[in-house]
């Protein structure tokens, strides 16, 4: 069983030294970079309450062990159709706990984080992977995600519908 947790002081170098194969490299940038747009849009940074957009990174443990990093997003207006979206923007598995199932139970987790709706209510989660990452479509499909388009650079967009409460 895995759980997520916020990436903070005590975990973050640990967090950017996770890697994953030299196959996957292309389709996701390292964690340090993620952590750093974390950073530029938090609290710390937004100009007012009202910011539009927020990255929320989380490390994923298994059993105390970090195994892998994800971070969500929250959009007030989505660029690919002006909606507001909660994105599972990153995902990885650290390349030596590839293949235990880490990263669909990850995948579960932060759906079920998103639908407390931190930053306000949304309609769907949307994801986006590169048109080469077989397995990471797989993976969305899987979980009832569906294809709604492509993005100008080719990455495909993918939606979830959720029940949102009365």
Request: with cysteine.
């Given at each position: ?108 987790l932060l759906i ?49 519908a959720i029940n949102?409460?009365?």
């Open positions: 069983m895995i759980e997520i947790k916020a990436v903070n002081h005590d975990n973050w170098m640990e967090c950017i030294e996770l890697e994953v194969n030299d196959a996957q490299r292309q389709f996701v940038n390292p964690n340090i970079f993620s952590l750093a747009e974390a950073y530029a849009h938090s609290d710390a940074n937004a100009k007012d309450a009202e910011e539009y957009y927020r990255c929320i990174p989380f490390a994923i443990y298994s059993e105390n062990n970090m195994v892998g990093f994800a971070m969500i997003t929250y959009e007030k207006e989505c660029d690919f159709d002006d909606k507001p979206t909660y994105e599972i923007y990153r995902i990885m598995i650290d390349k030596r706990y590839q293949g235990n199932g880490y990263g669909r139970q990850a995948i579960e079920n984080y998103i639908k407390t709706f931190p930053y306000g209510q949304v309609d769907v989660i949307t994801v986006e992977w590169h048109p080469d990452n077989v397995v990471s479509e797989k993976i969305f499909l899987g979980y009832g995600f569906s294809k709604v388009g492509n993005e100008e650079d080719g990455a495909v967009v993918a939606r979830l949102r409460a009365p």
